[in-house]
């Protein structure tokens, strides 16, 4: 067998086995969300729905399980890398913004830790060695739809719903009302980690 063939092979089975952990742990993470204080509820299933966080990570499972079943289908590819993107942003979002905001004993514990830091790095290095594929700059601006389209949702429920269904600015990024500030940081920084993308498809794809 040649040793492109294996290598392939290998590559497949590792994508594999991190998309399943990965489907895994977003299960089992959410089942655990029905429970609290030694009840559960359908509400507490709820509660989690609200957040970019929760969204990205059941987003990039999909993708995973789409992966996983289809690994050869190229828009399945595209799927994982906005779900990738996504996760990345609420990783680096955790490590930079709310870590030092909100202390990160509090947004790394329990199952936090495994939405912000756990499948994150596994979807990276999953996506990034080894279902790598060329990724044209057109493509890889699909990177930022993720965060754009809850953006919108985001803004609406903070400052535009009606007063009784509105959200509590639980991201902060309507302090002082300076919510424009918060919306090109988030679009600049999801922009850098599609272009970081991008380079590593460009010169691993090159090679």
């Not at 009840?39 to 966080?53: D, E, H, I, M, V």
């Not at 969204?55 to 499972?61: D, G, H, I, P, T």
């Not at 030092?100 to 290095?125: C, E, M, S, T």
Request: hydrophobic letters at 55%.
């Amino acid at each position: 067998m040649p040793v492109n063939d294996i290598i392939r092979g290998m590559s497949r089975t590792v994508s594999i086995i991190l998309n399943s952990i990965i489907v895994v742990v977003m299960a089992v993470t959410y089942v655990t969300f029905f429970r609290k204080e030694g009840k559960w509820s359908a509400a507490n299933g709820r509660r989690p729905l609200k957040y970019f966080t929760f969204l990205s990570n059941v987003f990039c499972a999909v993708a995973s399980l789409l992966v996983i079943i289809f690994p050869d289908v190229y828009a399945v590819f595209l799927v994982k890398y906005a779900g990738t993107v996504a996760v990345t942003v609420t990783m680096v979002t955790v490590l930079v913004f709310l870590g030092p905001v909100l202390g990160y004993k509090r947004v790394l514990q329990k199952q936090d830790f495994w939405l912000h830091i756990i499948n994150p790095v596994l979807a990276i290095v999953s996506f990034g060695v080894f279902e790598r594929q060329a990724l044209s700059v057109p493509a890889a601006f699909l990177g930022l739809l993720p965060v754009v389209l809850y953006g919108i949702l985001y803004g609406y429920k903070v400052m535009l719903a009606p007063e009784e269904k509105r959200w509590e600015d639980f991201y902060g990024f309507n302090k002082g009302g300076k919510w424009y500030i918060s919306v090109c940081l988030m679009l600049l920084g999801t922009a850098a980690v599609c272009a970081a993308f991008r380079a590593v498809m460009y010169f691993t794809t090159a090679v």
